[in-house]
């Protein structure tokens, strides 16, 4: 006896990227509330960017900074098309 074949999951594009899966981030708190720095501006709260979205010479300026304080981090990849990435915690 046989056992039926189970159909194939269709494969996911190259830019597809699932969510809920871990991408690398910069997390960004300004010193001084409204600091603007490699072409953004930081609230009180600050920032949380994907690394994927800057540049290396933003990410050198961000790190760099002495009014900023940065924090590699973890986070959930956005889960609809369209999000930024950039995020206030």
């Known amino acids: 006896m046989t056992t039926p074949k189970k159909a194939a999951a269709p494969k996911a ?3 597809d990227k699932p969510a809920g899966l871990a ?3 910069i997390k960004v708190v300004p010193k001084r509330a409204g600091f603007r720095r490699a072409g953004l501006a930081f609230p009180e709260e600050g920032l949380t960017i994907l690394l994927s979205e800057l540049s290396e010479a933003q990410l050198e300026q961000l790190e760099s900074e002495p009014m ?6 973890t986070v959930d990849a956005p889960a609809a098309e369209g999000e930024t990435g950039k995020s206030a915690e």
Request: aromatic share 0%.
């Open 13 to 15: 594009k190259a830019t």
């Open 23 to 25: 991408t690398e981030a």
């Open 68 to 73: 900023l304080v940065t924090n590699r981090v």
